[in-house]
């Protein structure tokens, strides 16, 4: 079963995330509190702690929120994910919106390491239903036709 290792947050675009003991995801915005949130399709972004072990390989030392993730999962292929999926992450409802990105320059991750995996593995959602999120909560596809 897929799951929540960290939840994470920041007040500036560009910077390594602060890990929190929870967050609240609010429907419509994102995480209460988070540079991200608002009315956009990327208010909440995830990325898979293997993506991470990767990195780690090459000996590099890396937290949760090095990526500027906010919720960093184990056992869930994300980029695998088609858009339009609906993912149950602890009380929330999050819809997939886009699979990786651009790396904008100022990326802090990049400029010391010279790669990032989020541009490749880690995804956006919006929130469908708020709810509180923390880590070790369950991380799972909802099913087409099945009510959360």
Known sequence: MAEVIAVCTSVRKG?????RE???LRAGHGIVGDVHAGNWHRQV????DEAVDEMRARGIELAPGDFAENIL???IDLP??????????????LAV???GKECHNDCEIKRQVGMCVMPARGIFCVVLRGGTVRAGDTVRVLEEGELA
């Not at 972004?45 to 898979?48: I, K, R």
């Open 15 to 19: 910077e390594r995330k602060v890990v």
């Open 22 to 24: 929870s967050v609240e």
């Open 45 to 48: 972004s995830l990325l898979a």
């Open 73 to 75: 999962t184990r056992g």
């Open 80 to 93: 695998a994910l088609p858009v339009g999926t609906v993912l149950v992450v602890g009380d929330a409802l």
């Open 97 to 99: 919106t886009q699979i």
